[in-house]
């Protein structure tokens, strides 16, 4: 208990502002049996002041009307790049032994698709492997089906296998799960060129 009273009394000490009044807290505490007392209405006193304090600059600030709570908003989907090789098919020329190579690509994305090409390489039946060609830099939009010709002898078509793919793999913004489909391969038969 007396510990309880000489903190209350070391605290009101600290937070008096002049001289006079530390000597007062100290010779009110000293001389007199309700000096205690004393420095305990003073303590409860301030805590009066303060909250009536508190309630009036509540009572001065206007009530702000509750706004309705807006419904969370649906998360939107990654936008990205999805291009696809769907197909590589053989398209007929007036040029003797050589047919064009067609290849088809489509952006299965949610973003238009830029800077990449779509490259083009052969293999015979004997093995031998032509370098890779490629296209023009391509953009494609969500949805959009492309289309890329590439001039092949017939040498390397009947019985030989055309590969293309996008270049780079994965396209610039294209997950690299979404890069399995960036590439395909088709093996002809004999006397699909002529």
């Given at each position: 208990m007396e510990i309880n009273q000489f903190d209350r009394m070391t605290a009101t000490v600290a937070q008096s502002r002049s001289r006079r009044d530390v000597l007062r807290v100290l010779g009110v505490a000293a001389f007199s049996a309700g000096g205690l007392s004393l420095i305990g209405s003073a303590e409860?006193?301030?805590?009066?002041?303060?909250?009536?304090?508190?309630?009036k600059q509540n009572q001065d600030q206007p009530q702000q009307p509750q706004q309705p709570q807006q419904?969370?908003?649906?998360?939107?989907?990654?936008?990205?790049?999805?291009?696809?090789?769907?197909?590589?098919?053989?398209?007929?020329?007036?040029?003797?032994?050589?047919?064009?190579?067609?290849?088809?690509?489509?952006?299965?994305g949610t973003q238009t698709a830029t800077g990449f090409r779509i490259g083009m390489t052969a293999t015979r039946s004997d093995g031998t492997i032509r370098n890779e060609v490629y296209s023009l830099p391509q953009?494609?939009?969500p949805g959009i089906i492309g289309v890329v010709t590439f001039r092949l002898g017939c040498s390397w078509v009947n019985n030989g296998t055309v590969t293309a793919r996008t270049d780079p793999s994965p396209i610039p913004g294209e997950s690299n799960s979404n890069a399995v489909d960036n590439l395909r391969s088709v093996t002809f038969g004999d006397a699909v060129c002529s």
């Open positions: 409860g006193e301030a805590k009066r002041r303060r909250k009536s304090k508190k309630k419904p969370p908003q649906p998360e939107q989907p990654a936008l990205v790049p999805d291009v696809a090789i769907t197909s590589i098919t053989i398209g007929t020329t007036a040029e003797a032994a050589h047919d064009d190579i067609v290849v088809q690509f489509i952006n299965n953009t494609l939009a």
